[in-house]
C-alpha cells in the first residue's frame, strides 16, 4: 500500500473521500449524458450546414457522410492547406491542415491518399473541428471567410 493509515474505503486507502467533489463529479457526468443527444444534434446541423454551403466546384468534402460530425476534412482545391492556414487564423479562425497525430510532418496525409483522393485533394485539405458550443453564427462567418479566401487566394488550375 502506498498510503498507510486507517481502515477507511474498505481498506482500500487510508483517509476518507472527498465527498463534494464525488457529489459534483457525478452531476457533471449526469448533465454531460443528458445533454449528449442535444450537443450531437447541434454538431450535426453545423456540420450539415458547412456540408451544403462549402459544397461548391473547388471545395471537396473529403469526411464519409456518416463520419462523426465533430472533425469536418475538406479540400479547397484551388487553394493550399497552408494558405488556407494562415488566412483563416488571420481572421481567427483555428482549423488544421493535418490530423492531430501528424502535425509534426512536412507531409499531406496519407490517409486521404489512401481513401484515394489523390494528391491535389491531400494536399489542399483543411480539418474542421466543431462542438457543441460552437454557435451557427460562427459556421456562417467560417463558411463566408472561407469563400472570400478561395476568391482572393484561389488559382484557377486544379487537377483532381
Excluded at 459534483?24 to 456540408?51: G, I, M, S
Excluded at 482549423?95 to 489512401?114: I, Q, Y
Excluded at 453564427?137 to 467560417?142: G, P
Aim: aromatic share 6%; proline share 1%; net charge positive.
Amino acid at each position: 500500500s502506498w498510503i498507510s493509515a486507517g481502515q477507511q474505503e474498505q481498506g482500500l486507502r487510508g483517509g476518507t473521500s472527498n465527498s463534494a467533489v464525488n457529489i459534483v463529479l457525478a452531476k457533471t457526468v449526469r448533465l454531460a449524458l443528458e445533454n449528449q443527444h442535444l450537443a450531437y444534434q447541434h454538431v450535426k446541423q453545423l456540420n450539415d450546414y458547412l456540408r451544403q454551403e462549402l459544397a461548391a466546384e473547388d471545395v471537396m468534402i473529403n469526411s464519409p457522410k456518416n463520419a462523426s460530425p465533430f472533425i469536418l476534412n475538406i479540400s479547397c482545391l484551388r487553394v493550399g492547406s497552408e494558405i488556407a492556414l494562415n488566412a483563416l487564423n488571420a481572421r481567427g479562425f483555428a482549423v488544421s491542415a493535418k490530423s492531430t497525430c501528424a502535425t509534426k510532418s512536412k507531409e499531406f496525409s496519407h490517409v486521404l491518399m489512401k481513401m484515394g483522393l489523390g494528391e491535389q485533394r491531400a494536399t489542399h485539405a483543411i480539418r474542421i473541428s466543431l462542438s457543441h458550443l460552437t454557435t451557427i453564427e460562427e459556421a456562417v462567418a467560417f463558411a463566408s471567410a472561407l469563400k472570400e479566401i478561395i476568391k482572393s487566394y484561389g488559382t484557377d488550375e486544379y487537377h483532381i
